[in-house]
């Protein structure tokens, strides 16, 4: 069976402002084709279709609009879109009935018949223009590990997450008489997968062992990640495709599409298809400089190269006030859009010296930085390793306990 895996398109997202609808349009249009080229079994979309859960009209439209569009570059291929942490689950599956005419599977959320879970919603099959079944999707939405549903009374509230997961790939194991490639879809974060650029401010982020996806998957098709990677374990396997396109400056990796060739009980075969994005995002310089010079290279970037602007500034202790209306008036003409300036201060040559810090890089901080420069300024020394293996314990911890409100 072969998937096309994808996730976390964040449609309708801004950039300081500035409207990115014509990135996501050529992102859709890009999907089109690459599915018109690789002509899969199934399209999955793990989570995540919007930025916001109340998205406009037009993003709305963008999305009805290039779903079909994708559709029809390969009507026999099954598409199948679960809710992510951004999206409204009751909303995405509004016109869910309406969907299934375009063999589009949306699946947003768990659905309870006379208080008995209906497990059969998650199982979809994929079948070829001809009708022979290729296989099976498991779709599941994003739930948070304290809302998934009670299948029996022995279950621990904690452990319901799993017992869910494997229920579903037990479902399927009894119909799967034909040894056939079972695919999982989730939209969380599995413990050890590298963060790099991911904002885990926005809607929160669960942590989950690999083991608690349960066993019965050939392929684990996951979303959430912003940074596309590979997850080994358990004895399956499990990918995060990452997102087509950067939500922010510090996602600096390259986006893509995954395809994946699924077999029952072999190790998938992955590659992946770059998405190019007309307006990239750029730190200018790399390394940090005095406001001078990174202005003097705003100055100098070429007018007609479309692109997002940041300018990483290294400071002693303030940057000028027009500072920000110089950087604007040097893109005025061009094509790139400067949207913020990223300050790094200078250290210390004294350690009696107070360091100040303004909103915004306190902003940019995680709580662990911001713990060792407390610490650094309190007691005169750097935090020790398993001080600071114990801050970033105590920020997991409530950090869970704020998904519980």
Same mark, same amino acid.
């Given at each position: 069976m072969k998937i096309l895996h994808t996730s976390d398109w964040h449609l309708g997202h801004t950039l300081y402002n500035y409207d990115r609808s014509q990135e996501q349009q050529a992102f859709l249009e890009q999907l089109s084709r690459i599915v018109a080229e690789e002509k899969p079994d199934a399209m999955v979309v793990s989570g995540d279709i919007y930025h916001y859960s109340t998205p406009s009209a037009t993003t709305q439209k963008m999305y009805t609009?290039?779903?079909?569009?994708?559709?029809?570059?390969?009507?026999?291929?099954?598409?199948?879109?679960?809710?992510?942490?951004?999206?409204?689950?009751?909303?995405?599956?509004?016109?869910?009935?309406?969907?299934?005419?375009?063999?589009?599977? /949306?699946?947003?959320?768990? *659905?309870?018949?006379?208080?008995?879970?209906?497990?059969?919603?998650?199982? /979809? #099959? /994929?079948?070829?223009? *001809?009708?022979?079944?290729?296989?099976?999707?498991?779709?599941?939405?994003?739930?948070?590990?304290?809302?998934?549903? %009670?299948?029996?009374?022995?279950?621990?509230?904690? #452990?319901?997450?799993?017992?869910?997961?494997?229920?579903?790939?037990?479902?399927? @194991?009894?119909?799967?008489?034909? @040894?056939?490639?079972? /695919?999982? %879809?989730?939209?969380?974060?599995? @413990?050890?997968?590298?963060?790099?650029?991911?904002? *885990?401010?926005?809607?929160?982020?669960?942590?989950?062992?690999?083991?608690? %996806?349960?066993e019965g998957y050939d392929y684990l098709a996951l979303g959430h990640i912003h940074c596309p990677q590979d997850i080994k374990g358990n004895g399956r396997h499990a990918r995060y495709c990452g997102t087509p396109l950067p939500v922010n400056f510090d996602e600096t990796y390259p986006h893509s599409v995954s395809i994946i060739e699924v077999r029952r009980h072999e190790a998938p075969q992955i590659r992946t298809v770059e998405i190019e994005n007309p307006m990239p995002l750029v730190t200018l310089p790399k390394e940090a400089v005095t406001f001078e010079e990174a202005i003097k290279l705003l100055e100098e970037y070429p007018d007609d190269k479309p692109a997002y602007i940041r300018l990483n500034v290294l400071i002693k202790d303030y940057l000028a006030p027009d500072c920000n209306e110089r950087a604007s008036g040097a893109v005025k003409g061009k094509k790139c859009k400067y949207c913020y300036i990223k300050s790094n201060r200078e250290k210390q040559a004294s350690d009696d010296r107070a360091r100040h810090i303004s909103i915004q890089e306190m902003q940019e901080m995680s709580p662990l930085e911001i713990a060792k420069l407390y610490y650094q300024e309190a007691e005169g020394e750097e935090m020790d390793e398993e001080l600071c293996a114990l801050m970033d314990a105590a920020v997991q911890k409530v950090r869970e306990k704020n998904n519980l409100r």
């Open positions: 609009d290039g779903m079909l569009e994708i559709h029809r570059a390969c009507p026999e291929m099954a598409i199948v879109v679960t809710a992510g942490n951004h999206d409204s689950s009751s909303k995405l599956e509004i016109d869910s009935n309406l969907w299934n005419h375009f063999g589009v599977k /949306v699946v947003g959320n768990i *659905e309870r018949n006379q208080e008995e879970v209906n497990l059969g919603k998650h199982i /979809v #099959e /994929v079948r070829d223009k *001809e009708g022979k079944l290729k296989g099976y999707i498991i779709a599941v939405p994003h739930v948070y590990p304290q809302n998934f549903p %009670m299948l029996d009374t022995e279950t621990p509230r904690e #452990e319901r997450q799993a017992r869910f997961f494997q229920a579903l790939q037990d479902e399927v @194991e009894k119909i799967n008489t034909d @040894e056939l490639p079972v /695919v999982l %879809m989730a939209h969380l974060s599995i @413990e050890g997968s590298d963060r790099t650029g991911h904002d *885990e401010t926005a809607g929160g982020i669960e942590y989950v062992p690999i083991s608690s %996806m349960g």
